[in-house]
């Protein structure tokens, strides 16, 4: 099933969504899937980022040909950092290029939203954690990336963190296409089955080191064939089986 949070009339649901409605839940469906009986025609709602989590852990160096395009070696653990909240902004939401930054790129990624906490969890136990799958875009001002100490700020600015259109919660995470495309043009095309780390592997070794919270979101890291960013620029990023997040960036 699709869940988006969206707006109407100036409140913030969630529902299900379908090919032209959307079935309105009564509060939040990680805390409970009641629906309310609502139903609203789609061209009714503004989608709005499908989650509202209290962090954003990003893995990375995930892939082997990313990690090589940025001279990075593969780690023997996932490697992970974190995006402010922040930073999160929905389908449709314009990408803000920083002054502070000259090269400004995208990063296509499945993301993970955990349904509950989550401590000290097995490989085995992981996937009873997770609530569903988005499509996410890391966001990345590479310059600084790497001219500063840590990832933290090139990372983390404001509306560097797209993530939607929806969260899908029938969902096989396991051999799927992730691709991205400035306007109209591919730039990444890979498989998740290219992943160094699983996403069993994944949460269970974040949630050894820190305590995961429902709502909380993981990306689980970017393919090969990151590219920049410029204003007037449309990003998509599509992952099969998903949808499509779009992006205008100014
Ligand atoms: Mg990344």
Redesign the pocket.
């Known amino acids: 099933m699709r869940i988006a949070r969206f707006s109407h009339k100036n409140q913030t649901r969630f529902g299900i969504v379908s090919e032209s409605e959307i079935e309105v839940f009564q509060g939040d469906p990680i805390e409970s899937m009641e629906l309310s009986g609502e139903k609203l025609n789609l061209s009714e709602v503004k989608f709005l980022a499908p989650v509202t989590p209290s962090k954003v852990v990003?893995i990375?160096l995930n892939y082997s040909a990313h990690a090589a395009e940025i001279e990075q070696d593969v780690q023997k653990e996932p490697l992970f950092f974190f995006k402010p909240s922040s930073a999160i902004i929905g389908i449709g939401e314009e990408i803000v290029l920083p002054s502070q930054s000259q090269q400004v790129e995208l990063?296509v990624?499945l993301v993970v939203v955990i349904g509950k906490t989550a401590k000290n969890v097995s490989k085995e136990a992981a996937n009873d954690y997770i609530f569903g799958y988005t499509v996410g875009n890391?966001v990345?001002a590479r310059d600084l990336q790497f001219s500063d100490l840590q990832w933290a700020r090139s990372k983390a600015f404001d509306t560097f963190c797209p993530i939607g259109p929806w969260i899908e919660t029938e969902f096989s995470p396991e051999k799927v296409a992730l691709s991205s495309f400035v306007n109209g043009e591919k730039r990444q095309s890979s498989r998740s089955d290219d992943m160094i780390f699983d996403i069993p592997t994944i949460i269970s070794f974040v949630s050894q080191n820190i305590t995961l919270l429902p709502g909380d979101i993981i990306?689980t890291?970017?393919p090969a064939g990151i590219s920049k960013i410029s204003h007037g620029d449309l990003v998509e990023c599509e992952i099969e089986g998903i949808g499509v997040l779009a992006n205008p960036v100014t």
Request: aromatic share 0%; charged share 35%.
């Open positions: 990003c990375g990063e990624e890391d990345t990306m890291g970017s």
